[in-house]
Every structure is written in structure tokens, then in C-alpha cells.
């Protein structure tokens, strides 16, 4: 959608079907005329073209009246007018000059002159020009081979006409449930958080005060609301009060507090925006705060309710799929349409777009609708790519999955399923095989990961470059240590709480760092037979890369230093740097100079954060605290070391060990 402030700035548009409106609240009404601008742009190879009016023409002709308050402020209207699909908004800006202009003016020097349209659709009632003289007729006069006049009747839910004047009556009245059904969206309010008295921290009900951003928006009744809370992007449960506090204040000024379920964090002076749910009750004095608090005691469990229904209503996923991407066209060419069939229930799908060359975002709008892409600015990596990407993510699990995984029918429903008989479970993976040779399992996570005694990874079904055949001999559900980042479900909110992926590493081994700590919370990370996926492996560096190597051995230094305990890294440390030195030997030995160069790199990157991880893992350590569910998980740490139990005792496969 393209969109226009300035009437001087218009392209030429190709058979423009166009209607007119202030569209406050863009409601079920106004949604009838887009369907039909659309079809009718669609019939005739056109395009559609809504105008529309900034500041309200109300507000301009009467000045004075307050009286006058708007369901949406423009910028909101800009937004509901982007899931639309129709072609070209202008924002035509309204004044006095422009109120009085004649019917005859307005239809042939602003809407012939300025759009030259096929088609103009209008609603029943819709009036313009001085002293709005102008209707449907005044229109129709103009038709001719080149230009048809559409008019659309007035539409009624439950015998009630639509109009925005009759959804502003509902919302001044407490039937935002009827409001909504009328606008076929939550209504919005949008605040910023400021202090208030911080009474409801005292009886157990915090609230953040909001003051409204736009004064010409109308404020619902007063009582209390079930609403959804938007807080950066994120969606939380809430309950709303508005009113004047009679109970605790006898100054009468309105007031508008949140409270935010399951939240803690410090948002004062941020912005959120309030969808109103439903009406719950009336604002009413209590005789004291002992009442007061009863009372919203049990309106939080009424909303509570309200929500356990609404979401059920909603149709609301339990999962999003976020697949990072940069530059792997033919992967999502390949593979994004089986994610489709991934659970027989609803599963929000989302492509984070790390600012690709290859025209992969466009394929994915183009060929995958129902995929959100998220664009980011930039490559950010793996690690802080998703950080990014998941930021406005809210359904209960989160799936991690590569681009180059080739995912199997059905495959999260048994995953889901276990996470949510197992609160203590953090994160789950499948069992991962490859794409290239079926029958054998993936370097990146075969059937769960494990970490030595020296915070070397390795995983049952691959140690080093040992990669076993899958004969079922790891059909059984297991704790491990950490799960692929090819493919793990993870529950959004402990992936936030515990920090998400350290955008340090930008790639390669996030995954053992996040599982770490999700253990030194005391969470299980499990990997379970019940589903599997087939993995290409090395899609953006090969497992041979420098690069890959470089990052490798880089990131394994900075995990354990973050992680381990502290008297174990006195000796673990001074014997990795020796271990990796052996390594570069053997690489410089077998004549492969670039990996040698690029394991010095890593030790040198390593000093020269080693401070740095010191104060991230101080943040981390006070972090894991305040959400851990028990004393650490080391479940899946080997205590052997697989470096001497691989190269000099020949064990070659997991069972060995």
C-alpha cells in the first residue's frame, strides 16, 4: 500500500476505482466498500484508491467542540488501512478553505481532476461539499462510458445499522463487546506509562497509569475491562480500571490503570496500547481498601476466565515456527511448504529476514501469504537474528528451525504435547537425521546434545566426524544437555527470561549457551523420538569452513567461561587453550593453514573479551536466579572427556562411551 499526504504528489494511476470517507474506526460498513473497491480494481485491471481526511472535517469546521472524540487517531487508521490490500491511501488534508468548496468543485476539480477514476464507490449516506450538499445523486450525474457510480447500501448486524457514530455511543456506553463486533476489531487505546501513587502495589495489584497520547480519542465508560496489553511489540493479559478511584480519592479526576498479568518489568515512560476485551463492571466505592481489594480479587479471576475462553475463540496458536534467514532462497524454495503441515493445529509461521540480497523476502510475500516475514535491517547472525525477530512473539513455545530442515507431517504435535504435561521441561528437540543420506543421523543435533567435562559438544548418534545410521537405537526419550538449533521447541518466555541467544556469538554454539543456563535454572532440555526432521546441514558455512571453525572454537571458550563454575575454570580454561592448540598443530600439519589461522583467531578474540564475558556472566548468574525452578540440571554432562575417550581410545559412537 502506498500512501500520500501531499495531493500535488500523485502518480498516475491506471483505471482508478476510488471511494471517499473519513473511515473513523474503519468498521464492518466501511470493510464492505474495500471489498468491493478491490473486486471492482481487480475486474477492470485497475487499481483501488481510498481517500480519506486529516484532521476530522468535524474538528476543523467546529473547532470549539470538544464534544467530539474519534475512534482512531490516523496513524491507527494507516494501519488497519495496511491489512486491506488495496493499492493507494491518500491522506488529504482537510481545512476551512476546503469545506467550502461546492459539491460541484469537490466532484470535478478534486475527484475527476486529481484521480481521473473508472469507478468512485461511495456509501448510502455519504455527504461532501459546502454544507454537505452533495450525496450519491450529485455523483451520478457525472456517470458516463468511462465512469460508473457504485453505491453501497447500509449494512446491519443483528438489525443494528453500522455507522461509526452508533460504535462511539457503545464504547461511551460499556458495550464494547457490541463496539467490537461492529468494528470487527478490538477497540484500541493508546497511553504512555506514567507514576502514579503506587497504591495498588500495596494490595497487591500494581498498575501501570497511562496517559492518553491523543486527546481527540475516546475514552470508554468507566468501570473495569478485560484488555490485551501490547508492550513492545508483546501481548499480555491484563485488567483495565477507568474512573475517579471514589473508594481512595476524593479529588474527581479520571484515571486509567493496568494491571498487567504475570508481569514485572519497568515500563514507565514507554508507550503500550490497551485492546479492550470486554466490559466487566461499573466503577464502584468500596467501603475501604479491604473491599476494594476483595472486589478485584474477584474480578481478576473473572478476567482471568474471560481470557481462558477469548483465547479459545480465538483460535489463538500455541506455536510460532521462526525461521531465520539470509540468502537461502532455494532452501525456502525446497522446504518452507511442508512447514505448513507441521501440527494439525493453528501454528503462526514467521521467516526473520536478515537483510538477504537474494530475493528470498519477496518469494516468501509472494508464494507464502500466510508466512510473516520480518525484516531486519541488517545481518545480525543467528544468535542476534532471532533475538530480533522473536521479539513480538507471545504464543506459549517458540520452534526454532533451520531453512535447510525438511520437516516431517505432524512433527511438532508430540513435541507440544510433552512440553505441556512437563512444566519443568525448558526446551524439547526431535530427532534430527540428514537430507543426504536418509538413514543416518545429522552432525547438527542427531538424537540430543551432550557436553564433556571440558565443555567439548558432541551428541548421541555423532561424536566429532562419526556420524552413526539411525537402527533405533536411541528410541527412547532422554534428558540430554542441549538441543539443535536446527530444530527445538523452546517456551517463549523462558527463552526471554533467560536473555535469548547471546548476540555475541553471532552463530554457532547459541544454542549450547541458551541450554546451559536454561539448566543452571534447573529446566530439563529433552530429546524425544516421537518426531523427526531431515537436516542439510552446513546451508550457510560448510562444517569445514574457516569461518565455521573460527566461530567454533571461539564461542566454545566463551560458553564454558560464562557457564562453568568458577574453581573448575582455573584448570578447564589453561587445558582447553592447550587441547585447541593441538588441534591447530594437526591442522597446520595436514597442510590446512586457513583452519590453523583460524583457531589462533579465536584464542586471540577470546583474551580480548575474556573481561567481558566475566560481566556477562555476572548478569547472567543474577538473571538465572530470580526465574530458577530448582538447583542446576546436569543431565547430559559427561564426565569423561571425549577429545581422549574419541582419539585415543577409539570409541567412535556415543554407545561406546
Known amino acids: 500500500m502506498k500512501i500520500y499526504h501531499d495531493l500535488n504528489s500523485l502518480p498516475a494511476i491506471k483505471n482508478a476505482v476510488v471511494t471517499i470517507g473519513s473511515f473513523d474506526g474503519l468498521h464492518t460498513g466501511h470493510r464492505q466498500i474495500i471489498d468491493t473497491l478491490r473486486e471492482l480494481a481487480h475486474d477492470c485491471d485497475g487499481e483501488s484508491v481510498v481517500i480519506t481526511f486529516h484532521p476530522h472535517p468535524r474538528q476543523v469546521i467546529y473547532p470549539n467542540d470538544d464534544t467530539m472524540k474519534l475512534l482512531n487517531t490516523v496513524e491507527e487508521k494507516i494501519m488497519l488501512f495496511e491489512d486491506t490490500g488495496i493499492d493507494h491511501l491518500v491522506v488529504a488534508p482537510f481545512s476551512i478553505e476546503f469545506s467550502q468548496i461546492s459539491s460541484r468543485e469537490y466532484i470535478e476539480n478534486f475527484l475527476l481532476k486529481k484521480f481521473d477514476p473508472r469507478y468512485i464507490v461511495i456509501g448510502y449516506d455519504h455527504k461532501f461539499g459546502l454544507n454537505r450538499q452533495g450525496d450519491i445523486n450529485s455523483l451520478k450525474a457525472y456517470e458516463s462510458d468511462s465512469l460508473d457510480i457504485i453505491e453501497i447500501e447500509k449494512q446491519e448486524i443483528d438489525d443494528l445499522t453500522i455507522s461509526s457514530t452508533k460504535i462511539r455511543e ?16 478490538p477497540y484500541v487505546l493508546k497511553g504512555k506509562v506514567v507514576h502514579g501513587k503506587k497504591l495498588g502495589h500495596t494490595i497487591g495489584f500494581p498498575t501501570a497509569n497511562l496517559e492518553p497520547l491523543h486527546p481527540s480519542k475516546l475514552i470508554p465508560a468507566e468501570g473495569i475491562y478485560a484488555v490485551r496489553i501490547n508492550v513492545e511489540q508483546v501481548f499480555y493479559d491484563g485488567m483495565l480500571y477507568i474512573g475517579t478511584k471514589p473508594t481512595v480519592d476524593d479529588e474527581i479526576k479520571l484515571v486509567i490503570e493496568v494491571n498487567i498479568f504475570d508481569f514485572d518489568q519497568n515500563i514507565y515512560g514507554q508507550e503500550v496500547c490497551l485492546h479492550f476485551i470486554e466490559y466487566v463492571r461499573e466503577d464502584q466505592k468500596f467501603d475501604g481498601l479491604a473491599q476494594l481489594t476483595k472486589a478485584l480479587q474477584a474480578d481478576e479471576r ?10 479459545l475463540d480465538q483460535n489463538i496458536s500455541a506455536c510460532t515456527i521462526a525461521i531465520l534467514n539470509y540468502n537461502g532462497l532455494e532452501y525456502l524454495e525446497a522446504y518452507l511448504s ?36 520480518v525484516s531486519l535491517s541488517e545481518n545480525h547472525g543467528f544468535a542476534e537474528g532471532y533475538n530480533q525477530g522473536l521479539k513480538g512473539i507471545n504464543t506459549p513455545y517458540t520452534v526454532i528451525l533451520n531453512s535447510d530442515v525438511k520437516v516431517t507431517e505432524n ?13 519443568s521441561i525448558g526446551c524439547i528437540q526431535p530427532k534430527i537425521r540428514s ?15 551432550y557436553l564433556d567435562n571440558l565443555g567439548y559438544p558432541f551428541c548421541r548418534g555423532r561424536l566429532f566426524d562419526t556420524v552413526e545410521k539411525d537402527t533405533g537405537q536411541y528410541d527412547d526419550q532422554q534428558e540430554v544437555f542441549w538441543a539443535s538449533g536446527a530444530a527445538m521447541v523452546i517456551r517463549t518466555k523462558l527463552f526471554k527470561k533467560v536473555g535469548g541467544f547471546d548476540k555475541d556469538f553471532f552463530a554457532h554454539m547459541e544454542e549450547i549457551d541458551l541450554c546451559w543456563r536454561i539448566k543452571r535454572a534447573g529446566y ?53 587453550l592447550i ?20 583457531v589462533i583467531r579465536a584464542h586471540f578474540a577470546f583474551y580480548g573479551r575474556f573481561f567481558s564475558l566475566l560481566e556477562k556472566r555476572k548478569k547472567f548468574n543474577s538473571q538465572l536466579k530470580d526465574l530458577s525452578i530448582g538447583k542446576e540440571n546436569l543431565s547430559g554432562r559427561y564426565s569423561g572427556n571425549i577429545i581422549f575417550k574419541y582419539f585415543i581410545g577409539g570409541k567412535k559412537k556415543f554407545s561406546d562411551l
Do not use: C, M
Not at 473473572?302 to 483465547?311: A, N, P, Q, T
Open 435 to 449: 537430507i543426504e543420506q536418509p538413514d543416518e543421523f545429522e552432525y547438527a543435533g542427531a538424537a540430543g546434545g
Open 411 to 423: 512433527w511438532l504435535d508430540p513435541l507440544v504435547n510433552i512440553l505441556e504435561t512437563d512444566n
Open 170 to 185: 457503545a464504547i461511551k456506553s460499556g458495550y464494547i463487546d457490541k463496539a467490537n463486533i461492529l468494528l470487527s476489531h
Open 302 to 311: 473473572r478476567v482471568r476466565d474471560i481470557f481462558k475462553s477469548y483465547h
Open 579 to 598: 587441547l585447541d592448540g593441538v588441534a591447530a598443530l594437526r591442522f597446520l600439519v595436514s597442510g590446512n593453514v586457513s583452519s590453523f589461522t583460524a
Open 338 to 373: 511442508d512447514v505448513d503441515f507441521s501440527t494439525r493445529d493453528q501454528v503462526d509461521v514467521i521467516v526473520i529476514d536478515n537483510a538477504s540480497t537474494d530475493g528470498s523476502a519477496s518469494y516468501v510475500k509472494e508464494w507464502h501469504p500466510g508466512v510473516k516475514v
Open 524 to 576: 530439563k532440555v529433552v530429546y524425544s523420538p516421537s518426531a523427526t526432521v531431515y537436516h542439510l546441514g552446513g546451508g550457510t558455512l560448510s562444517y569445514d569452513s574457516a569461518n565455521k571453525i573460527f566461530l567454533n572454537f571461539r564461542n566454545n571458550l566463551a560458553l564454558l567461561t560464562k557457564n562453568e563454575n568458577k574453581r573448575s575454570l582455573l584448570w578447564k580454561i589453561p587445558a582447553r
